[in-house]
């Protein structure tokens, strides 16, 4: 593989108990407080690439909780609007749901669900897995994201912003190496915000940007 190539990579995520598990948002509070970061991780960001088939409104699983299994509409919205490419890490993320939760608490008395409704924390292992494709100039994404899976989305814009040092998607990060001729590429690419959208729309969204970039059209 060239130095410069970019590597196309797949991947899928694991479900994994934690052992950790609430029927009420004191329960909750108290379980969020020691759930591993991976955790807070994985019921934010992993719901995007999991099969859902219900509450397609909720973009992570606490405020799907909150409205199904405490009937709390108010807690379900205000959880609902957390977005997490605004926190600087998963702590900082973990705060904010948690001085969401204590406010609720602070104006309710009591909040519990049927034990059939119990919040179950669970972490999460990624695989990823090689898909043998390489991009040898920024010109073939183009072609290369609209053929990418939505486990390649999810692996090269998603996954990638929690990778330390740098924590930006692989698209940007590659075009940094290559000079400072595709800064407004990334620039675009940076603009986006990739938790409000399915994976799907992420992707039509990626590939509009590159597209335009490489016809020459403004955005």
Not at 43 to 60: M, V
Not at 61 to 80: P, T, V
Not at 143 to 169: F, K
Not at 184 to 196: I, R, T
Request: with cysteine; proline share 4%.
């Amino acid at each position: 593989m060239a130095v410069d190539s970019f590597a196309v990579r797949d991947c899928a995520l694991v479900a994994i108990a934690t052992g950790l598990r609430a029927q009420s948002l004191r329960e909750f509070r108290d379980a969020l407080q020691q759930a591993p970061q991976e955790s807070v991780y994985f019921h934010f960001w992993g719901r995007l690439l999991r099969p859902r088939f219900d509450d397609t409104e909720f973009h992570n699983d606490f405020a799907a909780w909150a409205r199904n299994g405490l009937h709390d509409e108010k807690l379900s919205e205000r959880l609902a609007v957390i977005d997490p490419a605004d926190f600087a890490d998963l702590e900082a993320l973990r705060a904010e749901v948690l001085e969401v939760v204590e406010q609720r608490l602070d104006e309710i008395d009591v909040l519990q669900a049927r034990r059939d409704r119990q919040f179950h924390f669970r972490r999460c292992q990624t695989v990823v897995f090689d898909t043998g494709v390489r991009l040898e100039e920024p010109a073939c994404l183009v072609q290369a994201i609209p053929a990418m899976s939505l486990g390649s989305i999810y692996y090269h814009a998603i996954d990638a912003r929690r990778r330390e040092p740098v924590r930006l998607d692989d698209f940007r990060v590659w075009l940094g190496r290559l000079g400072g001729s595709f800064g407004s590429l990334s620039e675009k690419l940076g603009a986006v915000d990739p938790y409000f959208a399915n994976l799907a729309e992420l992707r039509d969204e990626l590939v509009a940007i590159v597209a335009r970039h490489f016809s020459g059209e403004p955005r």
